[in-house]
């Protein structure tokens, strides 16, 4: 019998040092490629050295007759695939070429270094065709069925075309973003191991169960003989929110070799092909006001590139749809689909490149209609949600425009562009609105079992992809059971535990924090505050019935201090502001960070990120750390992160609305403004690199 | 060929292949995971280790090169369960997200304080520039690089 004093809360909110952290700090937890196993072999991919076309012949000889070499991998051995539907994935199946540096085969050796060196050594022959890999506003575009996550491809509200023949003011603006990579830090990597047609999978994945259901389906097994471990992962931005081909062929390989593990970590240079990428945009935006400022007519219509084997349709303009208040508004997407491997996501898809076009206009447009572009927000925001019509559970725009004016010292801005200057920098500041919707994804189940001694574990696949779900989910047991979180055993990151879904779309809290507050509901149901040792419930993420009452979302601000160099046009960001409504935060410490790292990504976006990739050859030529930017230590100046108290009672049990993504949604166009302010100079295509700001 | 070394205190002595890093050596042949290995490049940091007492990208390192010298890697730093002040200070701090950064990180800050006891903020960010992070924004690993320079003996 637990003698425990049940609490009444108080863990939730508090500011708790990351449960994972000693193992990490340490260098002892283990991530995919780190778990113990025997006797592993080395994988090494074989990938095209065409764009498109054919694998006519495969001299494997001289790989083989190496010391050590196991076997080479091609399409011409390698075991058939029960599922062929998903072409991404359905690799090695025949000699078929869709992108450059697709996966024609592998070695699988006794050393690392000796599978690259055979890797190097296999001949493979190729018919070529001719292929498209660059997206271009004039190639052909289609129109695809719906968008990602669901959102419909096109809208149209009221009479856009009249309402900007009567506009007081209009802009007509084209913007556009790169192609950029996720490089979370933790390459892509699975260890795969089949034992008597049992698959294990240690993977570095941000949902063990949908990775499980993926392979269960490919390689033909029921769903209970693929079991995928993932207690923590490097880092993901979407990345690996998806399996991608690379989990396959190390699976397909370690068929082949039935007993031994095979370990595959995708080499940073190899991370530029195949595990998802965000999608270049070209965004022309139109906007309509009234001579008060009000927004008559608003129009987003968005070109974007997918792949020829299957399709990605991000929602870059779905933000558009609820963002401000018009009578009158437009969206539309087209994607030209091209010989490239398929985009996916990456933090925010859709809002980050969205807003970025949407929130410049936004500047642009307040200055022609003279005025501030804090008031000229202010002056559109809306009373409804008018992609549904709903009211919204909670809508604190204003309210983090405000706080952050404050803080940021916005009053001391000058308006004017090019007019503040201090020795060779140029200043400006800039400001830009955030905004994230509230994802629920269904079907997360949580168990909840008593362990006597006062230990109650709560158990679930989530994964921790470095978000801080340990410990948050720790916090949230803590006060749905209503003991302290000493008492809470949490196990997550395996699909021996109950399902759990993605860590996708700052969805994971809302829809595994529900099932456990559903679960611990359900045990005291059962089992009373006395329970008995190994006394145990399951339960379900609940539907959430508010969901048809209101319309769910974060939202948030940026302020940014721009400096430009005057000669060498050189940007530095000595401090960014940014102000947060996303409901209850679970635990500051690590929601802090969540925000300033997607803070920082949006600041990379805006300066450095771009994959830049040469037509010819169809791959992108800066794959590695050295030519594609991300920011370092010393990039970064002032962050100063705060969140306003939100009681937000319609969202989930612990009021919170997903934190991950919306850090990076507006932040860079909060940069781009700042730098107009500072030089004059609109930069409207990502990134804000020196040579667009020479005259 | 047979490697011999110290690693972290004790020695170790390994088959390696031509080719193969110091990293490579550390993690698949002596187990010691602590090191990451996130370009093989020497541009993020991550496999950050001492070698015979200089801070080194192992990944950088021939394992050949590495016969009869001393390594140090993050496994190294704590005393059993006593973690090092540099550690604790990433704990509190919250300098740590995912985590795949922060042992070299962690490798890279504390040669920093053993040869400047009490840096600048911006000399931590120079200092730690070669250390890529992509989740945290890099703040609150300044803010722990400066806690454990106030409590580092
Ligand atoms: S792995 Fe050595 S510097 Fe990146
Ligand atoms: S904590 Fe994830 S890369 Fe630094």
Partial sequence: MSTTTRTTGGAIGASLDRIDGPRKVTGTAPYAYEHRVDNPLYLFPLRSEIVRGQVTGIDASAAE?????????????????????????????????????QYVGAVLAETFEAARHAAGLVEVSYAEEPHEAELREDGDLYTPEQLNAGFPTDTEEGDVEEAFSSAAVTLDGRYTTPMEHNNPMEPHTTVAVWKA??????????????????????????????????????????????PHANTILAALAAQMVEGRPVKFAVTRQQMFTGVGYRTP???????????????????????????????????????????????????????????????????????????????????????????????????????????????YSSRNLV????????????????????????????????????????????????????EGDDKY????????????????????SADAIGVGVDNIELRIGDTAFPFASVAGGSSGITAWGSAIFEAARVFRERHGDNPSEGDE????????????????????????????????????????????????????KTARSQFMGGMTMGLSMALHEESLVDGRFGHVINQDFAEYHIPTNADIGEMDISWIDEDDPYVNPMGSKGIGEIGIVGSAAAVANAVYNATGIRVRDLPITPDKLIQ | ????????????????????????????????????????????????????????????????????????????????????????????????????????????????????????????????????CRCTGYEKILTAVQMAAETTP
Avoid at chain 1, 559 to 573: L, P
Avoid at chain 2, 5 to 16: F, H, I, K, P, Y
């Fill in chain 1, 65 to 101: 007759a190496l010391p050590g070499v196991v076997v080479v991998v091609t399409h011409e051995n390698a075991p058939q695939l029960a599922d062929t539907g998903d072409r991404e994935l359905a690799i090695l199946q025949s000699g078929e070429v869709a992108f450059r540096n």
């Fill in chain 1, 197 to 242: 047609g049992d698959l294990t999978l240690y993977e570095s994945t941000q949902g063990a169960h949908p990775v499980q259901r993926t392979v269960a389906k490919i390689f033909g097994i029921d769903r209970n003989r693929a079991r995928v471990v993932a207690p923590y992962v490097g880092g993901g931005f979407g990345s690996k929110g998806l």
């Fill in chain 1, 281 to 391: 945009t070209i965004q022309k935006i139109r906007l309509g006001a009234d001579s008060e400022g009000r927004l008559t007519a608003v129009t987003h219509d968005v070109i974007e590139q997918t792949s020829k084997i299957k399709e990605f349709a991000e929602q870059t303009a779905a933000v558009t749809r609820s963002m401000y208040a018009t009578d009158n508004r437009r969206t539309t997407h087209r994607l030209a689909a091209l010989d490239v491997p398929v985009p996916s996501w990456m933090r925010a898809p859709g809002e980050a490149p969205g807003m970025f076009a949407l929130e410049s206009a936004m500047d642009e447009m307040a200055e022609k209609c003279g005025l501030d572009p804090i008031e000229f927000r202010i002056r559109n925001e809306p009373e409804i949600d008018a992609e549904t019509g709903l009211p």
């Fill in chain 1, 399 to 450: 309210a983090c425009l405000r706080e952050g004016a404050e803080r940021f010292g916005w009053r001391d801005r000058t308006p004017a562009p090019r007019s503040h200057q201090e020795g060779r920098w140029l200043v400006g500041n800039g400001v830009a609105s955030a905004t994230y919707p509230v994802f629920r994804l269904p079907g997360s189940r949580a168990t909840i079992r008593y």
């Fill in chain 1, 457 to 476: 574990a709560v158990e679930f696949g989530a994964a921790d992809v470095g978000t801080g779900a340990w410990t948050a989910l720790t916090q949230i």
């Fill in chain 1, 537 to 588: 419930v399951q339960a379900r993420t609940p539907n959430n019935p508010e969901t048809e009452n209101y319309a769910m979302h974060a939202f948030g601000a940026f302020f940014v201090e721009a400096r430009v160099d005057v000669d060498t046009c050189e940007v530095r960001v000595p401090r960014m502001t940014g102000v947060f409504a996303a409901g209850k935060i679970i635990n500051a």
């Fill in chain 2, 1 to 132: 060929m047979k490697l011999r070394l110290m690693v972290n205190g004790e020695s170790r002595e390994t088959e390696v292949r031509e080719g193969e890093s110091l990293l490579y050596v550390l993690r698949e042949r002596l187990g010691l995971f602590g090191s990451k290995n996130a370009c093989e490049q020497g541009e993020c940091g991550s496999c950050s280790v001492y070698l015979d007492g200089e801070l080194v990208c192992a990944c950088l390192v021939l394992a050949g090169q590495a016969e009869g010298s001393e390594v140090v890697t993050v496994e190294g730093l704590s005393e059993g369960e006593r973690l090092h002040p540099v550690q604790e200070a990433f704990l509190e701090a919250g300098a740590v997200q995912c985590g795949f950064c922060t042992p070299g990180l962690i490798v890279a800050a504390h040669d920093l304080l053993s040869r400047n006891s009490e840096p600048t903020e911006a000399e931590v960010r120079e200092a730690l520039a070669g250390n890529l």
